[in-house]
T-cell receptor, first 115, second 108 residues
Framework: EAGVVQSPRYKIIEKKQPVAFWCNPI?????LYWYRQNLGQGPELLIR????????DSQLPKDRFSAERLKGVDSTLKIQPAELGDSAVYLC?????????????FGPGTRLLVL | GQSLEQPSEVTAVEGAIVQINCTYQ??????LSWYQQHDGGAPTFLSY????GLEETGRFSSFLSRSDSYGYLLLQELQMKDSASYFC?????????FGKGTRLHILP
């Protein structure tokens, strides 16, 4: 079974440009998470979806970040405009409904560098 | 709020045993998780403690003491492939809050 798929794996952009990341969770996993991981830090939750509903977006900087999961399967995270401080790894994770929250399955992440 | 404290780095010898500690400050949580992350890789779930005590999974064990606000990950028979970062994480309110991670260096 395929794991969580993310693309692109790497992205280099200039500041003030837009960027988008895509995630396809494990089949059957209704819960999807976007995290940001800065160098030497743990992942920080940006947004959590249950199916197509964003149930926790309290940590998402809504002035420049947006996310969608229109059909409750794959998801897109967008930054517009990007700032130098947005350079990080953006991780997507998914989990199975009914499974206790201890197990999340992470994708390989998108490494973003803003110049 | 909540915070987790882990040592930033730990060094051990191949074949030995190492313990990575995690202390936390929070008012209520469901359990403590541990994740492994190799450089450039994705975090991978290792272990979870919902109750106090020891959970064993092969060479890895994890421990939780709620009364002491403390947990640890124990790695036995260390192998070079265990060189990675290890994160403790609190499961609370349907979200996971990660510590900053401990980088484990293994010497041959």
């Amino acid at each position: 079974e395929a794991g969580v798929v993310q693309s692109p794996r790497y992205k280099i952009i200039e500041k003030k440009q837009p960027v988008a990341f895509w995630c396809n969770p494990i089949s059957g996993h209704n819960t999807l998470y976007w995290y940001r991981q800065n160098l030497g830090q743990g992942p920080e939750l940006l947004i959590r979806y249950e199916n197509e509903e964003a149930v926790d977006d309290s940590q998402l900087p809504k002035d420049r970040f947006s996310a969608e999961r229109l059909k409750g399967v794959d998801s897109t995270l967008k930054i517009q405009p990007a700032e130098l401080g947005d350079s990080a790894v953006y991780l997507c994770a998914s989990s199975f409904p009914g499974q206790t929250q201890e197990t999340q399955y992470f994708g390989p992440g998108t490494r973003l560098l803003v110049l | 709020g909540q915070s987790l404290e882990q040592p930033s780095e730990v060094t051990a010898v191949e074949g030995a045993i190492v313990q990575i500690n995690c202390t936390y400050q929070t008012s209520g949580f469901y359990g403590l998780s541990w994740y492994q992350q190799h450089d450039g890789g994705a975090p991978t779930f290792l272990s979870y403690n919902a109750l106090d005590g020891l959970e064993e999974t092969g060479r890895f064990s994890s421990f939780l003491s709620r009364s002491d606000s403390y947990g640890y990950l124990l790695l036995q028979e260390l192998q070079m492939k265990d060189s990675a970062s290890y994160f403790c994480a609190l499961n609370r309110d349907d979200k996971i809050i990660f510590g900053k991670g401990t980088r484990l260096h293994i010497l041959p």
